[in-house]
């Protein structure tokens, strides 16, 4: 069974999304451990209700990032992590994280990349008048939010939209296709080729 370790730093609602795919049966994987870089991040207390490990590592103890990341990494290893999914981690991996788990990081973001990366995509995306938004799964790499792109899902932008109500819209379908990006990891159907990612039909 594929076992996975989650990055947050914030609610979770990924996280919880996941969560659910797992009770429901339809996403074989295991939660085997939540790490957050913020002591009050909520995704620490849905981790805690499910009886899930969970660890929050403090950066400003450590004298670099790459410490910080070792810690992270550690943990990781520790748990057998086979995957590492961040759903709302807001700290860009350095070169030596990412090479270490390559291709086995996992990030979603709230705009159809490569547009509107960083952060406030949907204000990005009213700001500049497009007529339709939405999210990416992808793997990380070495750039913000950039890396092979898994799977994007879209939504109409309304004449009204603000950034909550966008985002709220653009939410659901994060919720909805992050579990599926993971379940296809799990059953072995992606590939990296050229810098674009291949879903096998098995």
């Known amino acids: 069974m594929l076992k996975v370790g ?4 914030g ?5 919880q999304s996941i969560i659910d795919s797992i009770k429901a049966g ?3 994987a295991e939660i085997k451990i939540v790490i957050t870089d913020k002591a009050a991040a909520k995704a ?4 805690e209700k499910y009886n899930i490990a969970n660890s929050y590592i403090n950066p400003k103890i450590y004298e670099n990032k790459s410490d910080f990341e070792q810690a992270m990494i550690d943990l990781l290893e520790e748990h057998k992590v086979d995957l590492v999914v961040m759903a709302g981690f807001m700290r860009i991996l350095s070169p030596y994280f990412v090479k270490h788990y390559r291709n086995r990081v996992m990030n979603i973001h709230p705009s159809l990349l490569p547009s509107f990366t960083g952060l406030h995509a949907q204000k990005q995306a009213l700001d500049y008048g497009v007529k339709v938004a939405g ?3 992808h793997f990380a790499d070495e750039g913000m939010d950039t890396g092979p792109i898994i799977l994007q899902a879209t939504v ?7 950034e909550e109500t966008l985002s709220q819209r653009i939410l659901e379908e994060e919720h909805r296709i992050y579990p ?3 379940k296809l990891f799990s059953e072995g159907r992606l590939e990296v080729k050229d810098g674009k990612v291949l879903i096998i039909n098995n």
């Open 135 to 137: 999210c990416t799964v």
């Open 26 to 28: 339809v996403l074989k």
């Open 6 to 9: 989650v990055l947050a730093s």
């Open 44 to 47: 620490l207390d849905r981790a």
């Open 180 to 182: 599926k990006a993971i």
């Open 156 to 162: 109409p932008v309304m004449d009204d939209d603000t």
């Open 11 to 15: 609610r979770g609602s990924n996280l």
